[in-house]
Nanobody
Framework: QVQLVESGGGLVQAGGSLRLSCAVSGISFSINTMGWYRQAPGKQRELVAGITSGRSTAYADAVKGRFTISRDNAKNTVYLQMNGLKPEDTAVYYC????????????WGQGTQVTVSS
């Protein structure tokens, strides 16, 4: 079956960095768009960054210039490098596999907690 497994979350001070990873199995990774989403307490889940099969990227305005999404098709893994973290970045981060960024994801990971202290 299709599995998306995130790792790399944790507690970091404001201004620090974290790198999230999402390993995908059970589906052809390279032809799919991948997205990173986050959900903070009491808020809706939102798209943070996405990367297409052709490696085009898109970012939420709140993270532009601080976060970078990338993919390694040989490892079936997508990454989210997060620099300059702020307390408002605190959320559960999910990776997702989808056909297009404009469409709802077909598969989700279990999520990884990112907490940024001030």
């Amino acid at each position: 079956q299709v599995q998306l497994v995130e790792s790399g979350g944790g507690l970091v001070q404001a201004g620090g960095s974290l790198r999230l990873s999402c390993a995908v199995s059970g589906i052809s990774f390279s032809i799919n768009t991948m997205g990173w989403y986050r959900q903070a307490p009491g808020k809706q889940r939102e798209l943070v960054a996405g990367i297409t099969s052709g490696r085009s990227t898109a970012y939420a305005d709140a993270v532009k210039g601080r976060f970078t999404i990338s993919r390694d098709n040989a490892k079936n893994t997508v990454y989210l490098q997060m620099n300059g973290l702020k307390p408002e970045d605190t959320a559960v981060y999910y990776c997702a596999l989808q056909s297009l960024l404009s469409e709802s994801p077909r598969y989700w990971g279990q999520g990884t907690q990112v907490t940024v202290s001030s």
